[in-house]
């Protein structure tokens, strides 16, 4: 059995989907139940990584597990990856892929990326089956660095590989259908590595828009579009842009094609289908 996290959001339902379609037995364990029926042929669970029993109800022997990573901040994060990471090691899984970032590390710029980090030794330690799977920032997060036209931020000519999660959906899929990932770390990113000024022609160029990026440290301008607690989050958001100035985010491999057999999609992809998000970004 394959049981899939966090299959009402993008990573986990795309993975979900995908191996459904491919007639690979899955249980699914998700908040809310009605929000995965659209999945269809899967055992569904309801609980979430507070729940210790529901994760344990949802985990057998021999199960190969995606763990997804929560948006929390640093000390919540932890404290529920942990919660979950103990039930998975009781249940004697035979595999946890865990949704992580590129280049974590407890001396990382990033915040999130230390708390990643910190969930990957948690893992180790456990001895329970791994495999690691380090993302890139998502492409659908573009459109949230831009205000009235503008993205003014301390990234500098930091560059990010912005990767689709749909492709990450189908590394997910594929490092748990097929063996031999155990003890393995892969990095999910996009095809290229863009800075934000070159992101904002890129777009400038396909849709004809004319957003700009301005590298300005000023934390009262900050972007907090799309932060679930805008006041808690805020540092981690800058802690972001410092991190792309760093290039801890610029990493370019060929991981996704690895694992799901189809070469990953550059920004470009995104850009088109999301044409009305990004034109309400303009000026």
Same mark, same amino acid.
């Given at each position: ?13 795309e ?14 364990l ?12 899967a ?6 990584f507070?729940?210790?029993?529901r994760i344990a109800?949802?985990l057998?022997?021999?199960d ?8 929390e901040t640093h000390d ?11 039930a998975a090691?009781?249940a004697?899984v ?12 407890v001396?990382a710029?990033?915040i999130h990326s ?7 030794? %948690? ?7 791994f ?5 890139g ?5 573009a459109?949230?660095?831009?205000d009235?036209?503008l ?27 097929t ?5 393995k770390?892969?990095?999910l990113?996009?095809?290229e ?38 006041v808690a %989050?805020?540092?981690s958001?800058?802690s ?8 801890? %985010? ?34």
């Open positions: 059995m394959i049981v899939i996290t966090g299959a009402t959001g993008h990573v986990g339902g993975a979900a989907r995908l191996l459904i379609e491919s007639g690979v037995e899955v249980r699914l998700v908040r809310d139940a009605q929000k995965a029926a659209h999945l269809g042929a055992e569904v669970l309801e609980g979430d507070a729940d210790p029993q109800d949802a057998n022997p021999g190969r597990v995606f763990m997804v990573s929560l948006y919540e994060r932890l404290r529920k990856h942990s919660a979950f990471l103990e090691g009781q004697d035979a595999q946890l892929a865990y949704l992580s970032f590129v280049n974590a590390a001396d710029v990033f230390v708390s990643h980090a910190e969930t990957e030794d %948690m893992i180790r330690e456990s001895g329970v089956p495999t690691f799977l380090r993302t920032l998502y492409q659908s997060g459109p949230l660095m831009f009235k036209g993205c003014a931020a301390p990234g500098g000519n930091g560059s990010v590989s912005w990767v689709s999660r749909r492709d990450i959906g189908a590394a997910v899929a594929g490092a748990l259908r063996t031999g990932h155990e003890g770390t892969y990095n990113t996009g095809p590595a863009l800075t934000f000024g070159q992101t904002a022609d890129r777009i400038n160029g396909l849709l004809g828009t004319k957003l700009a990026y301005e590298d300005v440290d000023d934390f009262d301008r900050l972007l907090t579009k799309g932060l679930p607690d805008p %989050m805020k540092e958001r800058r972001c842009f410092y991190s792309i100035r760093a290039d801890e %985010m610029s990493l370019v491999t060929n991981d996704i094609r690895q694992l799901s057999g189809v070469p990953a999609a550059p920004i470009d992809r995104h850009i088109l289908h999301y044409r009305e998000q990004l034109l309400a970004c303009n000026r």
